[in-house]
Each structure stands twice: as structure tokens, then as C-alpha cells.
């Protein structure tokens, strides 16, 4: 018996090249964020060896004047921390619930209207697209400096991430139900309360979870612009050269957001896991 | 390629308007010259088709898949558009109704779908509720918000299509049969007067398929109720309809009552089709 070939048979279907030649537009992509790293580096957006050597021994100072922490203050601390996180957890629950039904008008599948389809995505983008921060300061010329602001702020920006993946998710929905409940003569308030609504509640749960994590933390950071809670306290510190006080406010916030995210981990799984 | 000898009872049983036809039963659904046609492509889906049927008649549509089956049922209550021609319910017409009249409409006919159309995280109980909404509104999407007596009807639904004891089970969690069911009592909440079933047993073992069409058709014939299904199974079609109407490549090919109907006749309706 003879033994098996192992040349190959030659074929007439060309080789597939093993890289193959980029398009005119991946080159000029590429070209476009190599023009802005260039321009960065010498405007100074840049990460330099020199000053990260030297950064690195004030950073030294920094923790030697910060521990151990300033526990003198604890109290006023855990006060404002407690109005932060009462003010992410206000502003989550105001955001979700107007994100509803703005996502119910941005969603192509249940908008009753095209226009109005056009300009409650207009609202999404707006509020998506402009930083919390940037929220923050609009709203302390609106209401005053507090945790007020604090919690327009907050709002806004959850309407906008929530808005968006809540419009997605209903986008997604199998047709076949709401196309069932159409079927039955049911109204449009009814097709969405009964089968909208329960179809796409694991996304909104989990979505909702992601915007009060984000929440947690940018609560802390709309303070240093003057809407309310523990920025102000943090900001004043730092002014104040209070490193050790500062690493006090720095441990509890750290300890608090971790606990935001454990918490809505949790919830997250039970829901999906339902 | 036409089905021999099928066409002519048809042309016969769509043109004869003459006065020998207020003699039968009143007419229940009358489609004429229905036409819809494929947006993605501009091809008809149904070219110019009519069909009546009669009060308490239950007609089974046979024919392959993209013969225009589904198309003619989801026309039927307008979930998908006519292109042309008229479609009634008894004396309503559906073409060129508003869209609260459509929904009006709607109310009365009750649609059991391949695929359920249920709402999967919900409990069987809360989905039978869910068809009442056509006639008592939005209160029923939940029910907690519910009237009393719509509890009891969904209640009394779920045991008589045998699954009293899955009310609080949810929907997701149910066999396919048992899905199909509660679909049914769904349907039930509407009190319908007509019943459309789009390929209700193609998704189901035959054990299931033979208890969901004696479900079906049972209900139809205790309630007095003008049953109109799409069906893959010509044994099924023989068995539960009283009159097969097969479609291929959206023209009605033959319109037989099931007495007269020789199954041999049926099979070319499914051969192979040159699009």
C-alpha cells in the first residue's frame, strides 16, 4: 500500500493575501489621531519622564503629610458624605423614572409621532453630551450653590445614559409581543404598561444599577463646583493644605462608592438571575 | 404551476353575487381583491385575492412557506397593510378604518400566533388578564390594577384550557403546548367572535399539536365562533376544518370544502414553487 501524499494539490482559487491593503479611509483615520497625538505632545497633552520622576516624590509628601488620617472631623464628614450620597441616590430616582417614558417616545418601535420621536432623542442628546460637571455649574447659577443643584445635575445626566440604553432596549424588544398585545385591540398606554415595560424591566433594572454607580461618584465630584455634599468639604482640604483630612474624605468615599457598587451588583444579579 | 381542477370553485364561490348567495349562511369575513405587497422588494405577497367565509365555518389555509398564509391572516386585522382591495367583518369594514375603530374591531377577533406572543417574564395568570385590555382598557396591562370580575374571567380561562393549576407560573417556564394554551385563554378574555390562527401547532410535537387543535376547535364550536387557520398539516386541516382554501405564491389555487376533498388534490399545493 502506498503511503499518503502530504504535497498539496495544486489549486486554481488564489492564495487570500495575509494582510490585506487598508482603505483610503483607515489610512486617513489613522493619519487624523497620529496628527492630534503629534499636536498634543507639543502643546503639552503629554505624559514626560522628567516630570513623572519628580511628580512621584511630591506625591511621597503628599501621603507622608496624609497618614494617618484626620479622624477630628469625622463627624461633619460622615454629614456631608450622607447628603452625597442622598443626593445620588434622589438624582438616580428622578433620572429613571423621566427616562421612561422619554425612552418610550425614542424608541422607533413605540413613539406615537415622528416628531416627537426627533426631539425626545434631541433631549437624550443634549443631556448625554454635556458633562455632569458643566450640569452642575448651569444649575448652581439656577438654584444657588447646595445639594440642590447637585441634584438637578444628577438627573439630567441620568436622563440622558438611561434615556438612551432604555430607548435601545425597547428598539430590541421581540416584535411578536408587542405585535400580540396590537393584536388583542388593546390601547397604546396598555401595550407598553403590559408589554413593553415587563419585557425590557431586567435592561432597565441593570442600566439603572450602572447610572447610581455613576451617580455615587460624580456626586462627589459636582461638589467642587459648588452643588452641595462632600466636593465642598474635599475642595476646602485641599485648599487648606489638610492632607491628612483630606485622606480621611478620600478612605470614606472610597468605602461608600464600593458599597454603591456591591449593592447594585447584587441587585443586578438577583434580577437577571429571576 | 396551478393546482388541475382547483381554481374553478373558487372563481365560482367569489363571483357568484347573485341572489342565490343570501340564501347560506350569512357571510362572516368577506376579503375581495386583496392585494399587499413586500416593501423590501416591491413583489405581492397576495395578488388580488378573495375569499368569504360563513358564519361558525372554520377554514384551514394550507400552502408552503412564503404562500401568503400569515400574510392573509395578520391583513385580516390589519397588523400588516394592505396594499389593496376590502376586507370586512360581518358588516365593519377593516380597509380604511380608523385607528380606534381598527382597535374596536380587533376587540372581537381573537389571534393565536405560531410563536405565542406571550410575555415571558409574566405569569401565565397575568398574561391571560393582558385580554381583557381590547374591551375593559390599559387597566388590565397588570393585575393589581385589574378589576374583580376580569381576575375571575382570567381565572376561569386558564381551567378551561386545563392549566388552573399554572396561574402563578411563569409563562417562560411552560412547555410549548402549555404557552399555546394560555395563548388560547388569552384569546378567551376577548370573548371573540372570530378566531385567526396563524400556524397555531407548528412549533409543537404532535401529541401537543392534537391537543391544542381539539382545544381550539372545541372553543369554536361551543361559542358559535368562525375559525380562519393557517396550517402546514394537511391531516390536521382535514380533521379539524370544514373547508380548505390552499395558497400558493400569494393566489388562492383552491377552495374545497373538506367533504368533498380528496387529500391527493391538497398535495400539489405544496410543491416545489419557482419564485
Not at chain 2, 398539516?233 to 382535514?238: E, G
Request: aromatic share 4%; charged share 20%.
Amino acid at each position: 500500500m502506498s503511503g499518503v501524499s502530504t504535497r498539496p494539490v495544486p489549486s486554481t482559487t488564489e492564495l487570500p493575501p495575509r494582510l490585506r491593503r487598508p482603505s483610503l479611509r483607515t489610512i486617513l483615520v489613522v493619519a487624523a489621531v497620529g496628527g492630534l497625538l503629534v499636536h498634543g505632545w507639543t502643546e503639552g497633552a503629554a505624559v514626560r519622564p522628567d516630570s513623572l520622576a519628580t511628580g512621584i516624590f511630591r506625591l511621597g509628601d503628599f501621603f507622608a503629610d496624609a497618614v494617618p488620617p484626620d479622624l477630628g472631623r469625622l463627624g461633619p464628614i460622615l454629614a456631608a458624605l450622607l447628603v452625597t450620597l442622598e443626593m445620588a441616590l434622589l438624582g438616580t430616582i428622578i433620572g429613571v423614572i423621566l427616562s421612561v417614558p422619554l425612552a418610550v417616545l425614542a424608541a422607533r418601535n413605540t413613539t406615537p409621532h415622528w416628531s416627537l420621536y426627533a426631539v425626545s432623542r434631541g433631549v437624550i442628546t443634549v443631556s448625554r453630551t454635556i458633562p455632569d460637571l458643566i450640569w452642575g455649574l448651569i444649575f448652581v447659577i439656577a438654584v444657588g450653590l447646595g445639594p440642590e443643584a447637585g441634584v438637578l445635575a444628577i438627573t439630567v445626566d441620568v436622563m440622558g445614559f438611561c434615556g438612551r440604553f432604555f430607548a435601545e432596549s425597547i428598539e430590541d424588544i421581540d416584535p411578536g409581543r408587542i405585535e400580540g398585545l396590537r393584536a388583542i385591540g388593546a390601547p397604546r398606554v396598555g401595550v407598553i404598561a403590559g408589554g413593553v415595560i415587563p419585557a425590557c424591566l431586567p435592561s432597565f433594572v441593570t442600566t439603572s444599577m450602572y447610572a447610581l454607580e455613576s451617580s455615587a461618584r460624580s456626586s462627589v465630584v459636582l461638589g467642587l463646583v459648588g452643588a452641595g455634599g462632600i466636593g465642598i468639604e474635599f475642595a476646602t482640604s485641599m485648599q487648606l493644605l489638610r492632607y491628612d483630612e483630606a485622606l480621611t474624605i478620600i478612605l470614606a468615599i472610597l468605602v461608600v462608592v464600593v458599597a454603591f457598587e456591591r449593592l447594585s451588583a447584587a441587585i443586578r444579579r438577583r434580577v437577571l438571575g429571576a | 404551476m396551478a393546482v388541475a381542477g382547483a381554481a374553478t370553485p373558487v372563481v365560482a364561490a367569489v363571483t357568484d353575487t347573485g341572489g342565490a348567495e343570501n340564501v347560506g349562511p350569512p357571510v362572516a369575513i368577506d376579503v375581495s381583491n386583496l392585494r399587499v405587497r413586500y416593501r423590501r422588494n416591491g413583489t405581492d405577497a397576495l395578488s388580488g385575492l378573495s375569499l368569504r367565509v360563513q358564519e361558525d365555518e372554520t377554514v384551514a389555509l394550507i400552502g408552503t412557506n412564503g404562500s401568503g398564509k400569515s400574510t392573509l391572516l395578520r391583513c385580516l386585522v390589519r397588523l400588516v397593510e394592505p396594499a389593496g382591495g376590502s376586507i370586512s367583518f360581518g358588516n365593519t369594514t377593516v380597509t380604511g378604518a380608523s385607528r380606534r375603530s381598527l382597535r374596536d374591531i380587533r376587540r372581537d377577533v381573537g389571534f393565536v400566533f405560531q410563536g405565542f406572543h406571550l410575555i415571558p417574564r409574566l405569569t401565565a395568570f397575568h398574561n391571560v388578564v393582558h385580554g381583557a385590555m381590547g374591551r375593559r382598557g390599559a387597566r388590565c396591562a397588570w393585575p393589581l390594577t385589574s378589576q374583580g370580575e376580569v381576575r375571575l374571567d382570567a381565572i376561569g380561562c386558564l381551567e378551561r384550557v386545563g392549566l388552573g393549576g399554572y396561574a402563578n407560573r411563569r409563562v417562560d417556564t411552560l412547555s410549548g403546548g402549555q404557552q399555546q394554551r394560555v395563548a388560547i385563554a388569552r384569546m378567551l378574555m376577548q370573548k371573540p367572535r372570530f378566531i385567526l390562527a396563524d400556524e397555531p401547532v407548528a412549533s409543537l410535537d404532535p401529541a401537543s399539536a392534537s391537543a391544542v387543535m381539539e382545544l381550539l376547535c372545541s372553543i369554536a364550536a361551543e361559542r358559535d365562533v368562525t375559525v380562519v387557520m393557517a396550517l402546514h398539516q394537511i391531516d390536521l386541516a382535514l380533521r379539524y376544518a370544514d373547508r380548505v382554501v390552499g395558497l400558493r405564491n400569494g393566489v388562492l389555487e383552491l377552495d374545497r370544502p373538506v367533504a368533498s376533498c380528496d387529500p391527493t388534490e391538497l398535495s400539489p399545493i405544496f410543491a416545489e414553487t419557482v419564485s
